[in-house]
């Protein structure tokens, strides 16, 4: 069964206190591995998309990558604007559904 | 350019009541997703639209639950005899189907509802 498994649950870091989220999956066939960043009464936003083991992708502070087994979100330098849950979620092959963690939520104080 | 619109913002209603929840997809994405978000929880996969095809129904908690998606653009998921567990963020999702390659889903901001 796909699965995924995202540490910590919560996690508060000083300004400029770089840290790094995990996604650990199980899936038949990766097709895509997508980062979200949710802010509190929103949608979650896109983030990344990562598609191979060995990929990565950055934006800004933040930067993704991925292995067979897991992802990790880099946050380097944060800012208090930072802050929010940030969501894991993959899909695997022949199947359309998309399969969410339960994300980290991330603060980060002045 | 304009995002994946859903209304109501909020919903306050009483058990048992019925109601309607409507989403307005980016232009030109032909797949649709509906998703329960309850505190703590992740995002729960309720139904699936693409193009023509068949809804994928497979998520929907009970058959107080249904969902259309009209003219391949707006959908609307709705409850009847609604329950107080039915208390949770109803999210919208809309993507490009590619062809070798997956889209990332784009999320509304959600109809908050609560059932008294």
């Known amino acids: 069964e796909d699965q995924v498994t995202q540490s910590p649950e919560a996690l508060r870091l000083q300004e400029g206190e770089s840290s790094s989220l995990n996604c650990s999956y199980t899936?038949?066939?990766?097709?895509?591995l997508f980062w979200y960043r949710q802010d509190p009464g929103k949608g979650p936003e896109f983030l990344f998309t990562?598609?191979?083991a060995g990929e990565e992708k950055e934006k800004e502070r933040l930067k993704a990558t991925l292995t067979k087994k897991e992802s990790f979100l880099h946050i380097t330098a944060p800012k208090p604007e930072d802050s929010a849950t940030y969501l894991c979620?993959?899909?695997?092959?022949?199947?359309?559904?998309?399969?969410f963690g339960t994300g980290t939520r991330l603060k980060v104080l002045a | 350019g304009a995002g994946v619109s859903q209304s109501p913002s909020n919903k306050v209603t009483e058990k048992g009541k019925d109601v309607e929840l409507r989403c307005d997809p980016i232009s030109g994405h032909t797949a649709l997703y509906w998703y329960r978000q309850s505190l703590g929880q992740g995002l729960e996969f309720l139904i699936y639209?693409?193009?023509?095809?068949?809804?994928?129904k497979s998520g929907l908690p009970s058959d107080r639950f249904s969902a259309e998606r009209t003219g391949g653009s707006v959908s609307t998921l709705t409850i009847q005899r609604t329950q107080q567990e039915d208390s949770a963020v109803y999210l919208c999702?809309?993507?490009?189907?590619?062809?070798?390659?997956?889209?990332?889903?784009?999320f509304g901001d959600g109809t908050r509802l609560s059932i008294l």
């Open positions: 979620a993959v899909q695997g092959g022949g199947t359309y559904k998309y399969i």
């Open positions: 639209f693409q193009g023509n095809s068949a809804p994928d």
């Open positions: 990562l598609y191979s």
């Open positions: 999702a809309s993507s490009l189907v590619g062809t070798e390659s997956n889209q990332p889903q784009h």
């Open positions: 899936v038949s066939g990766l097709r895509g």
